[in-house]
């Protein structure tokens, strides 16, 4: 049947939860797997939001008026996808493809649905990436559409989530609403309070929120809810509500051990639900809305640099930065409270409202960013190198949300000096390498660094640059193009005994060497290896077959990094030459920058004497 | 001159706060770098702190019963040294020596000083930490020492932050006292909450702490806040002191743009401070403490599994885990509330006393195990390895606080199957491969897992363990050893035309493809490298010499793992041998654990193909 009745009336919305919680049992039942029981406890909340309040066009995922909803507790993927039954905007068939390969219906959602805003399954990442939808309702789309988030409770151990609470709570984001279903029952046992709802309140309150709280299971009462959050426009609302674990099923409804399965017998359990429905809701549609105008500039007004001034590559990005800014009204910038190092601070001081503050926490920096890729923005994020390390779950997650994303560290490695290994990023490369489909670029001029920095704008994925703290030379002149997955040939002769790979800082100690070696008569290649992913594989190729030895130099560990990416070029069971690596091997102290390359054995004097051994002896060290 | 007068009168106190801001002055100005002013603002929280309530001997550091002070603000730690010479434990010339080559007075504090705990300087770390250390006086240790972190307000917007108010409120923790210098200013600039004490205190309130709001330059509070902590046993207490930042020196004080410098004129500064004083503070020491006791266990009762049997390797970690903790009563272990998946259970259900549940707060989770072993505690961590991620900066700083750590991430890689991306372990093994002095083990059977649970109990540094969620076959008899560093060769002849390396589930595939090769003519040489860092070099090498090509498998993405770790051990300019990859290249969704290997193309087919192509082809693909 389909529904003929006012959709909206609180008899119809209790049977389209009970719909929801048979849609979630067949799901999983028929695919032997996925979370039963956390669908059931919130298909009330989710059957009243979908029927009444929510306002959506499944037609036009795109729309820019849509509101979003962002299932942070992804293992509810079966209510979700009942939700979107219900809407019709997916088949009975496709539903009961649930967790099958192929199936866009994975075990937590993923934007290979057009309705999925985000990747979700990393428990206290909805809500943070939340506050960026609705920060950019707010400050950058200037449109009415509203954000709403559901939480398990579980997750509001997660201290993201507070980062997002505090976040929202600043920005008095009134258009943001946040479900909790309470339901007492983690995934090994009780949660921390329980049921004890207040506990929630108190401390959402202290944050600035609007809280309410309810019983999960009152259609009334959640309407309520939903309607005092609507009224709410200047704080964000958290809605508290009490359920029940499997709420429906007594073989499930509030036990321990039944998380993440389904339940025992399914046909009993569809029968104790009141049997298979097949309503249809007509979702609300968003008044019309104008899409954002989304710039795709030239770049025209890149900073220039002189060959031969010394310039921090950490300028050079900030200076670039706002430079893309003037040509591209899409881009917007945001730091972890470091923009006077990172030099984002250029970017503020142009479009301070395009510029967001996101304090130290830099969870909450990525996600408020992935927010805004969502709305069709381009945000570059930027902290010290060292710290990105903390949002490397978000940045994980991020990519396989398909976000696009750009991330700029500063303070790379030893070279900061006097800091100390606290502030040091040595294992950056290797993070954003390992993420699926990443782009990872490391400069060593101010030249290079614009050029690099306006290409990110247009990169899929996650983009990764690493700037330095020092300066150094100019090396190229601003005309220069360093396409993604080039390289620079920067010494090359006939009678190369080696070729030396180096970036950003080791590249200027490899430039050292190598003229200082050419003055002994012992001629090297050396490569500019700016883009380590993709990375230049015919160029090293090259280098392999002239030369027949590569030195890798980076100021990075030995594992992950530079080294790493010029031997996985050769990995096509094609001939591998020598491979020499110096890398940060050494715990560092404080130092000046000087004192830390030649402790660590990275500097020119290494490189020299790393290259004279291998003249003398013919390829060992 | 040398102090005669009683040292616990305000007067003194108030003096030892002023000799605490210019020896901050003296040391930063020496360095030319370093944050003065953020060592101002809290030197009279500290002076008070040193001269009448902090228990500690200087003397020995290892002192069972001292107090516990982390500096969670670790650019203040001018101030911190500033300290350790009034109580005599550096002297004057060693404090000049701040922030230069070999000095054991870095940039940011690290345990390279006998009383420091652990390193700091990556905020909103030392409160986390700092509640692992007072869980363990509580529940492990059962002393009365007390632990006393010093914050500044901008860390209080990470998240780990909470997570370590909810853990500390929740666990009730009396024995932590949280010192807040709230002086307004960021690096950047003011922070979200300035002076508003009551912001935070309503928030740490609404979190179950006691707080006291302060005037935190006036001595006679700040001497009452930490009386009224110390009356307090029953909950954590935080003392919101509202500070000025560079406090006694008009140039800075109060001002933008100060941050992380020393002041602009050392000798006015100096004069305006009262001049350099020589007070000496004999800190009371602690009460007499007994040590506890700390076995070397033998591990005689690990578990045993057949030949042959199908076991899981995560059900194996639990169980070995709950042998190891019946050998040695220093072993404990935490969960982050997936206990049941990561089978931590086995432990749980044994040592519920030595079994700590941290719920879904990966941070905390890692940074009370790293307070445990502060306090001498072998802890063992575990939650899915997707999620460790979660916690990449805590790791890494873990490794400059010279921490022994063992941590097992569980669901790794594809083969988890239907549940997706998100909780797909792809890339933690370039994660824990990049951390300094890291150990990275992958077993692929119940008995090598055994052996590994048990000897990543005596490593040093950071140990981290990759389990699986399926089954496989037992290949090993439970005598076997397997040495950290070392592998397995488990098909080797003389015609091998390559070797297949593999670990985990791919060395399963390894084995299945090889020995249907075998049926078709084609030998292989199969290599089980269980320890991916260190790398069996020699092994690795000598298969090279025989079949000349080496293909790595592996169930994570191409970069930072498997094949970067083979790929590395052939850095010394010697020959390498031809190389193949395969691994995680495309974006999984859902489905079983064989379809799964078999799109990524990592499944023995897979192999097989590779194989056969390079027979084939003579070394290429």
């Not at 939860?17 to 009330?44: E, I, K, P």
């Not at 559409?145 to 997750?155: A, N, P």
């Amino acid at each position: 049947m389909t529904a003929t009745i006012d959709t909206t009336t609180d008899q119809f919305l209790g049977e389209l939860g009970q719909q929801l919680r048979v849609d979630s049992v067949r799901a999983t039942s028929g695919a032997h797997s996925g979370h039963a029981t956390s669908s059931m406890s919130a298909a009330d909340l989710m059957a009243v939001l979908l029927g009444r309040h929510l306002r959506y066009d499944f037609d036009w995922p795109d729309h820019p008026g849509n509101d979003h909803l962002i299932f942070s507790k992804g293992h509810a993927s079966p209510l979700l996808y009942a939700m979107y039954k219900a809407a019709g905007a997916i088949g009975d068939e496709e539903l009961m493809t649930f967790r099958t390969l192929g199936s866009r219906l994975e075990g937590h959602p993923t934007p290979r649905l057009p309705w999925v805003d985000v990747a979700t399954g990393s428990l206290g990442q909805g809500l943070p990436i939340g506050v960026g939808v609705a920060l950019a309702g707010r400050r950058l789309d200037k449109q009415p559409y509203r954000v709403w988030v559901l939480c398990g409770d579980s997750e509001m151990a997660e201290g993201s989530v507070w980062e997002a609470f505090e976040h929202a709570g600043h920005e008095r984001l009134g258009n943001l609403t946040l479900i909790v279903d309470v339901n007492r029952l983690g995934q090994r046992g009780p949660t921390r309070h329980e049921w004890d709802l207040d506990a929630y309140a108190r401390r959402a309150a202290a944050f600035g929120w609007h809280t309410v709280e309810v019983d999960g299971h009152d259609i009334a009462e959640i309407r309520g809810a939903y309607d005092e959050a609507l009224a709410e426009s200047d704080r964000p609302t958290v809605i508290l509500a009490r359920t029940r674990k499997g709420r429906g099923v007594r073989a499930v409804e509030d036990r321990e051990g039944m998380h993440g399965k389904p339940v025992p017998d399914e046909e009993e359990a569809v029968a104790e639900l009141g049997g298979v429905r097949d309503l249809r809701v007509e979702v609300e549609r968003p008044a019309a809305a104008t899409a954002p105008r989304r710039a795709q500039g030239v770049h025209a007004d890149l900073p220039r640099y002189t060959v031969g001034d010394d310039v921090a590559t950490r300028n050079a990005y900030g200076e670039a930065l706002a430079a893309v800014g003037a040509d591209r009204e899409d881009v917007v910038a945001l730091d972890g409270e470091v923009a006077d190092s990172t030099r984002s601070q250029f970017f503020a001081d142009r479009f301070p409202d395009r510029f967001f503050e996101c304090y130290i926490a830099e969870q909450e920096l990525v996600a408020t960013a992935v927010g805004f890729q969502v709305r069709g923005w381009t945000p570059y994020v930027s902290t010290f190198a060292a710290f990105l390390t903390r949002a490397h779950d978000f940045v994980r997650m991020a990519s396989v949300s398909r976000a696009r994303l750009s991330l700029a560290g500063s303070h790379a490695g030893v070279a900061i000096g006097e800091d100390g290994p606290s502030q040091m990023a040595l294992e950056d490369l290797a993070m954003f390498r390992s993420v699926h489909g990443s782009t990872v670029l490391y400069p060593c001029d101010g030249n290079q660094t614009a050029k690099l920095v306006a290409a990110m704008a247009d990169l899929d994925g996650i983009s990764y640059l690493r700037t330095s703290r020092g300066k150094s030379p100019v090396l190229y002149g601003p005309d220069e193009d360093f396409p993604v997955g080039g390289s620079k040939v920067l010494r090359s002769s006939p009678d190369d005994v080696l070729t030396v790979i180096g970036a950003g800082v080791t590249l200027h100690e490899a430039l050292k060497a190598a003229d200082s070696l050419a003055d002994e008569g012992i001629r090297v290649r050396v490569i500019d290896l700016y883009s380590l992913k993709p990375v230049d594989a015919a160029t090293l190729r090259r280098a392999a077959e002239d030369t027949g030895c590569l030195l890798t130099v980076e100021d990075h560990h030995p594992e992950g990094g530079l080294g790493d990416a010029v031997a996985g070029a050769f990995s096509d069971g094609g001939p591998v030459p020598r491979l020499l690596r110096l890398a940060v091997t050494v715990m560092p102290g404080s130092a000046t920058e000087a004192e830390q390359l030649g402790a660590a054995g990275i500097d020119a004097a290494s490189i020299a004497a790393a290259v004279r051994r291998h003249a003398a002896g013919h390829g060992t060290v």
